[in-house]
């Protein structure tokens, strides 16, 4: 059987309505008034169910195609990113500057968040995600020797 929203599902359902068309135009005047009904019922039914299908594949797709944009987002900003110590940072001609990114969330999730510095203790960092602490030692804040604008 066909997942919903197959184009399989779409192309049966279309054969189904051409099959009722064609087995209607080939009775001409044959037919009584309930069959006609029935007929023109099971037509309806089955180009329903083909935009339904349609909906259902085009659901899909949108959702593949964010996918494949969040995927496309994730691999750019990789490849800007450097680990140091215990902190992915951006890079600017290959150094690594800025404020750190929580290395657990990027390798397990993919995620870019920042760390942040603890209220009551300026020596360590937390993320804000994963609640994962950091020593400030080694995820400094790192100044670009220049910035590219």
Known sequence: MAAIGSVGAVLRSLQTAQD???AIREAGYVLSRDDMRRQLADLSGSVSEAKLQLTLL????????????KLERTLSFKQI??????????????RPYGQPYCSYCWESEH???HLHSKIFSKDV????????????????YLEADRLAI
């Open 81 to 94: 990113l450097r680990r140091r110590g215990d902190g992915y940072y951006k890079t600017l001609d290959g």
């Open 58 to 69: 085009k659901e899909a797709l949108d959702s593949k195609d964010e996918e494949l944009r």
């Open 125 to 140: 960092r937390q993320c804000p995600h994963c609640k994962n602490e950091y020593q400030t030692g080694r995820t400094p």
């Open 111 to 113: 995620k870019a968040i």
């Open 20 to 22: 009722v068309g064609k």
